[in-house]
């Protein structure tokens, strides 16, 4: 609800950074979720020499918290000894999580709630819950309400060996029972992408972010992780590959139809730890502060498909009702940034919006959304080649896409996320330099 | 006696037929003891002595965190006569005897600090429960003071808690918390702080029904205390005899004989033991007059009240900087115990290094000194906390905001100044701006900046975390108002400061400098470190000169006597042995070769290869104690006496001060002034001269002596 007499709040992002994404099981392996997330957020407030006192609300996406810390978002608070009256919480939107995150605290900046946020996102898949059966669980509740001794013996007498194994989490959507892979297998044939597209795409995303190390444009949007049990400081992603090329993404055997697939290791997104972080403050906050805004947040839309037609569709339909609400077009988007789950889910979607057909049947619209000028396409490389931490791969976007619209002097920056259970996500930033 | 203003207040009153003692001073943070508050309790335990159907009596505080801090020493400032002091003792017995010989039950509930009169009230008392408070803590530390117990203490402990257990508590002035009290059988019972009153009624209610008025010392001690053999020790009189010969042994030890305290304790517990509690009340009383007037106590209560005074600049209350951020160039030695130190007490803390490589060496450092103080895997929440407000960067970027901006780079001038430059161009206007420097010339630090204004040195005395002591260096172009603001800063850290002005190497570095640099010269000429070293222990300092320039640093020794060489010529030469010690890759603890091993086989022993690089080799002449204490302490006093003529110093207290609690300057001698004073000037004057004439120019007499 807006307050009384409250004009609705530009919001403004001050401030983006982020952790190296490091492929699950390696640099990263030995820290907790709020490890990682705090050394970002530490360094992100520091760097930006903003006063925690400032920091009225802090919201954090994550997609598989540890169940002994299950809102890292007020974990952070006081894990970072930030003021201890920041309410802090945690969201979950998928893959999107982070632009969730980032949605709910600039809502509450825009209707005068809040000034000052701290918005992001964590993923640690070194780091995953394993469960254990149904059956187990039923025991040990029983046994804990146990109240003799011997109740609770006879609680534990009745486990079997089978209730003991521990089941790992699969990344599986729960109404079709198929892996995220096999929905990509499953777009690839249903809008006819080839290997030979997937793999040049692939190839593509990790030339692109080969360069965006190289150039040190990346790098400038990574804070330094130290890692105590090795003592090593982390600050570079441990996936792009230098030496990476179709020919060579062609000898990959396919990993979820091995017999007739298309849809490699090579050109789909590594599972990776990392985290990455937001400073978000109402336009006026960001003046009396003398905040130097890096983005303005424009518009933002969300969407769903039915999980049973096309899982990873999403992006499309939100990139139609962003445009919408935002009165613009595709063409007037300096910079355009898709999460690459897989290429054969970004390509679904650049020919879906491409069409005028589907246009017509989906989208309510006489023509197409636009053809995308690849120019302006995930311009630095993109998941497949950085690696996709669930919670902290729309916020990388983010931060990518403000400082290149800067470098490029464009105007709109549009980003969107596919997301499990048919979700996608899209925002609109503008840059403040190039406000007419 | 004194007419003191009247500070606490003391209140009674009567529930259920329980009376209830209270105390409160307004005036002050903690409840102290003083005439008052003592005439105001004996009247009230007057009035209760005959109210025999009472239940019982609890004894409380009102004021938060402190129960009883123990006496107000000022009350002790003007007494001439150990006379007149053992009145005021007397006084105190016979107050704690008017509580202990209630006709029932007295409880006393502890909140906060209970310490000297305090905890020796508590212990006359039935029983005695706390608070489950962090405040509330337990200690008889009137040794510090250069006192023993006063008001029973020494005799009530031992039988409390055992004469083992007592005398190391009153030794050692220890400090125990709660639990460590009950453990010690201190306390009976630990509640939350809330329930404090409702638990003593309970305890008194039980106290009533076991029928036993006094619970009985056997009640109180654990089953092991009560066994033959455990108590055997404590409880028999060889076992007794032993216990107190070895303290005496220990004490000689540690203070070479220096502090009669300790020695009058040991013996008021054992005429106390030998001849019953009535002796040793008298005996106490006795040694307390005696110690309130001597010289040693003087001293030592002195130094303390200059290092209160240097703490409470009476400007600064109003001040409230919390939690301050700060800026730091450098994270070697000294950068990284600045910002643990700052980390610690709560403030934010932006590092700025030269590249990753020594980013990830100080994290690393960082990471393993906190892991150290919490010494828990994983790290604990406060750990953790800690190190979040540290933060690394190499771009100096996030330093627009900090209030204080403090280099700690490498010991170059060039390369201390462009670090200022740094800072400045990186900082708001109205930063402080800081060298940590320990001997630098400030002046010339500060050269190349524009707000000279604003910048000051800050010279942390080491050890950084348990040294209160900061030496905060001005120069002619250091504004008032931001020498008042770093005050305020350092009264916030908790650190004592004291102004002195910018001259070779300070005041501190300067004088502790002579003394160095005068052993060494003993050195060379014959003796060995061993020697010298326990010479200078015996005369009270806490550690030899050798070992501290083990930890001083032999290199950086070398670059001070370089620069004072160069600034004092007639006082300060760089002597031999220490350019020959550094270029045989000597330089103290850091690298583990110095005066002393710190590896491998003799370990602790002093590392004999040394003397192949001396003339006189391995064969030491022995040496005359009286002639090293004569040669160093002089060598220390005439150069303090110099800073002062100098106005580095602007008097003679601060340099004691500094002197004793930042060097170790031997507190029983008051400091480096107060020796000249109490030995005369004329008499210093001529050992000077007499040294003058057989060792040189360096010990010509400072004009003011």
Redesign the interface.
């Known amino acids: 609800m807006p307050q009384k007499n409250q004009k609705i709040q530009r919001v403004a992002i001050v401030a983006g950074l982020r952790s190296a994404f490091c492929k699950q099981g390696t640099a990263f392996a030995s820290l907790s979720a709020e490890d990682l997330a ?1 050394a970002v957020v ?2 992100l407030i ?4 903003l ?2 006192q400032e920091i009225d609300n802090l919201v954090f996406g994550q997609v598989l918290p540890r169940l002994s810390a299950p809102n890292i978002g007020r974990e952070l608070v ?4 930030l003021p201890r009256t920041i309410p802090g919480s945690t969201v979950m939107r998928a893959c999107a999580s982070s632009a969730e995150a980032m949605s709910v605290a600039a809502d509450a900046i825009a209707l005068g709630r809040s000034q000052v946020a701290i918005v992001g996102g964590v993923e640690l898949l070194s780091d995953v819950p394993v469960m254990f059966s149904r059956s187990f669980s039923e025991v040990m509740v029983a046994a804990s309400r146990a109240k003799t001794p011997a109740a609770r013996i006879a609680a534990f007498a009745s486990l079997r060996p089978k209730d003991l194994s521990p089941q790992t989490l699969s990344i599986a959507e729960s109404s079709t029972g198929l892996s995220m892979g096999e929905h990509a297998e499953a777009m690839a044939r249903q809008n006819h992408i080839s290997r030979a597209d997937q793999d040049a795409f692939a190839a593509r995303s990790q030339q692109l972010a080969i360069a965006a190390i190289d150039d040190g444009r990346l790098g400038a949007e990574i804070a ?1 992780v ?1 890692v ?1 049990e090795t ?3 982390i ?1 570079a992603d441990n996936h792009p590959r230098r030496n990476s090329s179709v020919e060579a993404l062609a000898q990959l055997k396919p990993v979820f139809d091995t017999k007739y697939g298309s849809v490699t290791a090579g050109n789909s997104c590594p599972v990776t730890d990392g985290a990455a972080a937001m400073i978000l403050m109402s336009e006026t906050r960001a003046r009396e502060l003398h905040m130097p805004v890096l983005a303005w947040i424009h518009s933002l839309a969300l969407s769903a498909v039915d999980p049973d037609w096309q899982l990873l569709m999403g992006p499309t339909f939100a990139i139609d009702q962003v445009l919408r609400r935002a009165e613009l077009e595709l063409r007037d988007m300096d910079l355009i940034d898709m999460h690459e789950a897989f290429a054969a889910q970004v390509l679904s979607n650049l020919r879906a919006m491409a069409s005028d057909d589907f246009a017509r049947q989906h989208l309510q619209r006489q023509q197409a959304l636009g053809e995308i000028d690849m120019q302006r396409f995930n311009v630095m490389g993109g998941s497949i080649a950085l690696g996709h931490p669930f919670a902290a791969t729309a916020a990388r976007q983010i931060i990518s896409v403000s400082h290149e619209l800067r470098r490029r002097q464009g105007r709109f920056g549009l980003i969107a996320q596919c997301a499990a259970g048919g979700m996608g996500m899209a925002l609109i930033i503008e840059n403040p330099e190039a406000e007419p | 006696m004194n007419p003191a203003p009247p500070t606490t207040q003391v209140k009674l009153k009567i529930n259920n037929n329980i009376a209830e003692i209270s105390f409160f001073n307004p005036k002050l943070s903690v409840n102290s003891i003083d005439w008052d508050m003592m005439s105001a309790m004996a009247d009230l335990l007057h009035e209760l002595k005959d109210k025999r159907s009472l239940e019982g009596l609890i004894i409380y505080s009102q004021k938060p965190k402190s129960f009883l801090a123990g006496a107000d020493l000022q009350m002790l400032d003007h007494i001439q006569v150990a006379k007149e002091a053992e009145a005021i003792s007397r006084q105190g017995h016979a107050l704690i005897q008017q509580l202990e010989d209630l006709p029932f039950p007295v409880v006393a509930a502890i909140d906060g600090a209970c310490f000297g009169g305090g905890l020796e009230m508590s212990l006359a008392c039935t029983a005695r429960i706390c608070s489950d408070s962090p405040a509330t803590r337990f200690g008889l530390p009137e040794l510090r003071m250069g006192l023993i117990p006063g008001a029973g203490g020494t005799q009530r402990l031992p039988k409390l808690i055992g004469l083992e257990a007592a005398l190391d508590l009153m030794l050692q002035s220890r400090e125990l918390n709660a639990l460590q009290a009950q453990e010690m059988g201190l306390v009976d019972e630990i509640v939350v702080a809330e329930h404090l009153l409702r638990a003593g009624r309970e305890k008194l209610l039980s106290l009533r029904q076991s029928k036993s008025e006094k619970s009985k010392i056997s009640d109180r001690l654990k089953f092991w205390q009560r066994l033959p053999l455990g108590k055997s020790l404590s409880d028999n009189s060889v076992g007794q005899n032993i216990l107190l010969s070895q303290a005496r042994e220990g004490v000689q030890k540690q203070s070479h004989g220096h502090y009669p305290a300790p020695f009058a304790l040991l013996r008021v517990i054992e005429t106390g033991l030998e001849q019953g509690a009535e002796a040793g009340f008298q005996a106490e009383a006795e040694a307390w007059g005696q110690l309130v007037i001597s010289k040693e106590s003087r001293q030592l209560r002195r130094i303390y009240a200059l290092g209160r005074a240097a703490f409470h600049h009476s400007e600064q209350k109003h001040i409230i900087l919390a939690p301050g951020r700060i800026a730091l160039l450098g994270c070697g030695r000294t950068g990284s115990s600045i910002a643990l130190y700052f980390s610690d007490k709560g403030h934010n803390i932006r590092i700025v290094e030269r590249d990753l490589e020594r980013i990830k060496r100080s994290l690393k450092a960082l990471h393993r000194d906190v892991a150290r103080q919490h010494k828990h895997d994983p790290l604990p929440i406060e750990a953790q906390r800690q190190l979040a407000k540290i933060s690394l960067c190499t771009d100096y970027s996030g330093l627009v905001s900090r209030d204080l901006a403090i280099e700690a780079v490498a010991d170059q001038i060039e390369d201390k100044q462009h670090a200022l430059v740094k800072l400045e161009n990186h900082c708001a206007d109205d930063v402080i701006l800081a060298s940590s420097s320990a001997y630098l010339p400030l002046a010339m630090l500060g050269q190349k900046l524009d707000r000279r204004q604003n910048f000051v040195g800050l010279h942390f005395l080491r050890p950084m975390p348990t040294n209160k002591l900061v030496e905060l260096v001005i120069t002619k172009d250091t504004n008032a108002n931001i020498v008042r603001r770093t005050q305020a800063w350092l009264q916030q850290l908790g650190k004592q400061s004291v102004v002195v002005n910018d001259g070779p190497a300070y005041y501190t570095t300067r004088s502790l400098m002579a003394y160095l640099l005068e052993a060494l010269r003993v050195l060379e000429e014959g003796a060995a470190v061993e020697d010298i070293d326990r010479a200078m222990r015996s005369l009270g300092m806490k550690q030899g000169p050798f070992r501290l320039l083990d930890r001083l640093g032999l290199d950086q020794t070398l670059r001070i006597a370089e620069l004072l060489q160069d600034k004092l010529p007639e006082r300060f030469s760089v002597v031999k042995s220490l350019r020959a010690l550094r270029n045989d890759g000597r330089f103290g603890i850091k690298n583990l070769r110095g005066f002393y091993r710190y590896a491998g086989a003799g370990q602790g022993q002093v590392d004999t290869s040394i003397y192949d690089l001396l003339t006189g080799g391995q064969r030491r002449k022995a040496i005359e104690e009286q002639q090293v204490h004569e040669r160093l302490l002089l060598a220390w006093v005439n150069n303090a006496q110099d800073c002062l003529d100098s106005a580095v110093l602007a008097n003679s207290d601060d340099g004691d001060l500094l002197a004793v609690s930042g060097l170790g300057f031997p507190a029983y001698l008051g400091g480096p002034f107060h020796y000249i004073e109490q030995q005369g000037r004329a008499r210093v004057h001529d050992k000077l001269l007499r040294l003058q004439e057989q060792h040189g120019d360096r010990f010509a007499p400072a004009a003011g002596i």
Do not use: G, T, V
Not at chain 1, 46 to 49: I, L
Not at chain 1, 78 to 81: F, G, K, P, Q
């Open positions: 705090a530490k360094e520091a760097r930006a020499d006063n925690p006081l894990r970072l000894d330094p130290f105590p003592d090593l400081l600050d």
